[in-house]
């Protein structure tokens, strides 16, 4: 009797990609994963959703390969199967592509030290999310990491949340953006992922958060002739001075980042 082929969990989304579309999250990745990554037993790394090409599949790979560990093996995992046979060319030792949904399919089992998965659940309900998330994390090794986002076509604004193993609740939120290209930091808002983007709203803690960065950042107009970059530390200090427990240090926010765990922006009930 033939095995029973399950239907992967998930529905084929548009697919849109752009090269080094997700570089803010992957040097977010080399600062917060990489001692995880390099302490597993198995380095294996899931890019969950790659779209209609494979680039930031190829790109992760080369970062973490370079960075982090020479064995690292990355699997991009992709609902549509003419995606996967597209990306087959691509392959190499220590990069792959199969078939699969958020049940994130392995061979024997394995449990991956990482998922990424980003713009792919922007494309659902938000009802749904905790269900893909606890769907995700129950398939990662004890100490991985889930992470989920969204970004702008090219990669100036992305957003994103930081799972671990069995869990439906993030630990931290993060966002990032390319300075020079905002007027306020709430533009980012249209990027937030699927489980905050509705609720920009006031009342709720996100919709807080971005007008405590407003504000901030209007308080330190005095600081445009020494660029974008210097403003936005400033702004990051001013914010940390009112009482947001932003996490990290100067070197993460001098990159247009910033980091908040996630009780900050928790959605209300």
């Known amino acids: 009797m033939a095995p029973t082929v399950r239907k992967p969990i998930g529905d084929i989304t548009r697919g849109t990609t752009h090269p080094n579309r997700l570089r803010r999250c992957d040097r977010w990745v080399l600062h917060a994963v990489c001692p995880t990554i390099r302490a597993a037993a198995d380095p294996l790394v899931v890019d969950l959703g790659y ?33 996967v046979q597209a990306a087959q060319s691509l392959a190499q030792p220590g990069l792959s592509f199969h078939t699969g949904g958020f049940e994130v399919p392995m061979a024997g089992n394995r449990q991956p030290i990482m998922i990424r998965a980003f713009n792919v659940l922007r494309q659902y309900e938000e009802v749904g999310v905790v269900a893909a998330w606890r769907t995700m994390t129950a398939r990662l090794a004890l100490e991985g990491f889930l992470v989920e986002g969204t970004c702008d076509e090219i990669g100036r604004l992305s957003t994103w949340v930081a799972l671990r193993s069995h869990s439906d609740t993030p630990e931290t939120f993060s966002m990032s953006m390319q300075l020079n290209s905002i007027e ?86």
């Open 51 to 83: 779209g209609a090409s494979p680039i930031t599949t190829v790109e992760m790979f080369q970062r973490v390969h370079e960075h982090v560990r020479a064995d690292i093996e990355v699997i991009g995992i992709e609902i549509d199967p003419e995606r």
């Open 184 to 269: 306020q930091p709430s533009d980012i808002a249209p990027r937030l992922p699927k489980a905050l983007i509705h609720r920009n709203v006031p009342g709720e803690r996100i919709h807080d958060l971005l007008r405590t960065l407003d504000d901030a950042w209007l308080s330190q107009a005095a600081m445009i002739p020494f660029g974008a970059r210097q403003r936005w530390l400033a702004t990051v200090e001013t914010v940390l001075a009112q009482g947001v427990p932003v996490l990290g240090t100067k070197q993460r926010w001098r990159l247009g980042e910033l980091t908040v765990p996630w009780d900050v922006v928790r959605p209300n009930k």
